[in-house]
């Protein structure tokens, strides 16, 4: 039996894969994708793709609630992709000091925080926020 072919997911994608699985479990992403080795292809690939300090550093530190987040450590800045229980950026401010990205709710329902992989420039941070996931890019700082 010939195996599926491979194809590269975006970080946007690495993301939403990992949720799914584990909201639903790796069985049910296979049969959504309707095919029953393509989660364990996934999971490898997912593995493969994020260096080994930026999975060490995507665990969140003891937050007040735990925050779903992919951190990249890319050659010139850090990606970070997170899934925020929320339905408007308004209500959010960002912000890193010591290299502990902050992400608050406005109103104080919530505070986040995850350690950075690198050291980077706050001055050039980058944010989107479009169906509950928010994406910050930051440059490296230059050591």
């Known amino acids: 039996m010939s195996q599926p072919p491979t194809r590269t997911y975006t970080p946007e994608e690495r993301h ?5 699985v584990l909201r639903s479990g790796p069985g049910a992403v296979a049969r959504m994708l309707g095919n029953p080795t393509i989660a364990a292809q996934v999971a490898r690939q997912l593995r493969a793709d ?6 060490q550093s995507a665990a969140p ?7 779903l987040v992919d951190v990249f450590d ?5 990606l970070v992709v997170a899934d925020l229980p929320i339905a408007e950026d308004s209500t959010l401010q960002v912000r890193v000091e010591h290299n502990i990205l902050h992400i ?3 109103n104080g329902q ?10 980077v420039d706050t001055s050039t941070l980058q944010q989107k926020f479009h169906n509950g996931i928010l994406e910050m890019r930051l440059r490296k700082s230059a050591a």
């Open 50 to 55: 994020t260096p080994a300090p930026a999975r």
């Open 110 to 119: 919530a505070t986040y925080r995850c350690k950075l992989p690198a050291q």
């Open 104 to 106: 608050d709710h406005t």
């Open 16 to 20: 939403a894969i990992r949720r799914a």
């Open 74 to 78: 890319e050659q010139d800045e850090v």
């Open 61 to 67: 530190l003891p937050p007040e609630r735990a925050l």
